[in-house]
Nanobody, 118 residues
Framework: QVQLVESGGGLVQAGDSLRLSCAVSGRTLSRYYMGWFRQAPGKERELVAVSFSAGTTTYADSVRDRFTISRDNTNNTVYLQMNRLKPEDTAVYYC????????????WGQGTQVTVSS
């Protein structure tokens, strides 16, 4: 089993930055693709960013050039650096893991709230 624990959320103003962390335990991080998702009130959960084990990344159009996903395989931690935050970035942010041998994200953290005031 893989356990994921997010941290780093909070209340910030538009234009500020936050860094979310996801501590991974139970398995070797290098064998997983890691993703950040978010869900705003009344909306469906959406993909924010994915870090593939080979070092490549992908981002939602709405956060590209503002957010950066990174991973520290030695410390089993995944990060989401969020810059130039906007009120529409307000959501619960979830860290998720997907085995490199599977096609779905099977492991999820409990989420961390990010609120951006205008």
């Amino acid at each position: 089993q893989v356990q994921l624990v997010e941290s780093g959320g909070g209340l910030v103003q538009a234009g500020d930055s936050l860094r979310l962390s996801c501590a991974v335990s139970g398995r070797t991080l290098s064998r997983y693709y890691m993703g950040w998702f978010r869900q705003a009130p009344g909306k469906e959960r959406e993909l924010v960013a994915v870090s593939f084990s080979a070092g490549t990344t992908t981002y939602a159009d709405s956060v590209r050039d503002r957010f950066t996903i990174s991973r520290d395989n030695t410390n089993n931690t995944v990060y989401l650096q969020m810059n130039r935050l906007k009120p529409e970035d307000t959501a619960v942010y979830y860290c998720a893991a997907r085995s490199i041998f599977k096609t779905t994200f099977d492991y999820w953290g409990q989420g961390t709230q990010v609120t951006v005031s205008s």
